[in-house]
């Protein structure tokens, strides 16, 4: 199975202060089709995950622009731009390139 | 507006059986990848099963021989046919279309 290792796994924010998480794959992440399935997720207290970001870069409809996924091969980060309130929660990378697909192990990300 | 509603979970003992629904809406079953995906308590997520707009399924290794996925595509439905069940399976089990669309997810308990 790919191992997919984020770091940190707590990361306190300033209130708009940036941040960054980042991803790595024990295997490239380029599928056979040319894309590189590489989603971000968020998991707010008490939700259910949330996908941010998928194929790298890409934010789902109504993902607000202080999220970015930038990265590609076996290296992967999500930036946040500006801290807010509401991006407390718990990051996970997913890699759907390769079945199973796998999850990260979960970044907490706090106000500090 | 696509949206998933999950239901059927419970408490199992150990060895027992549990069948879960996917109520969809906004789109059609059997035009999407459909999957389960288990969080255990405060514990990271987990790909059980999944399956595609054609029809093959595939699951984790942890569940293999044990679960099976499963869509009515007359009831636009989704289902996780869980079999000898075991306390690791103690989960919320989450419905997810794509990657990008989840449910509330329901609580599966396995314990004596």
């Known amino acids: 199975d790919v191992v997919m290792t984020q770091s940190p796994l707590s990361l306190p924010v300033t209130l708009g202060q940036p941040a960054s998480i980042s991803c790595r794959s024990s295997?490239?992440?380029?599928?056979?089709?040319?894309?590189?399935?590489l989603n971000w997720f968020q998991q707010r207290p008490g939700q259910s995950p949330r996908r941010l970001i998928y194929?790298?870069?890409n934010r789902d409809s109504g993902v607000p622009d202080r999220f970015s996924g930038s990265g590609s091969g076996t290296d992967f980060t999500l930036e946040i731009s500006s801290m807010e309130a509401e991006d407390v929660g718990v990051y996970y990378c997913?890699?759907?390139?390769?079945?199973?697909?796998?999850f990260g192990q979960g970044t907490k990300v706090e106000i500090k | 507006e696509v949206q998933l509603v999950e239901s059927g979970g419970g408490l199992v003992q150990p060895g027992g059986s549990l069948r879960l629904s996917c109520a969809a809406s906004?789109?059609?079953?059997?035009?999407?990848?459909l999957s389960w995906v288990r969080q255990a308590p405060r514990k990271g997520l987990e790909w059980v099963s999944v399956?595609?707009?054609?029809?093959?399924?595939n699951h984790a290794d942890s569940v293999k021989g044990r679960f099976t996925i499963s869509r009515d595509n007359s009831k636009n439905t989704l289902s996780l046919q869980m079999n000898s069940l075991r306390v690791e399976d103690t989960a919320v089990y989450y419905c997810?279309?794509?990657?990008?669309?989840w449910g509330q997810g329901t609580l599966v308990t396995v314990s004596s």
């Open positions: 997810v279309s794509g990657w990008g669309s």
């Open positions: 906004g789109f059609t079953v059997s035009s999407n990848q």
């Open positions: 399956i595609y707009s054609g029809g093959s399924t």
């Open positions: 295997q490239s992440l380029v599928h056979s089709d040319g894309n590189t399935y």
């Open positions: 194929k790298v870069s």
């Open positions: 997913m890699q759907g390139t390769h079945w199973p697909w796998t």
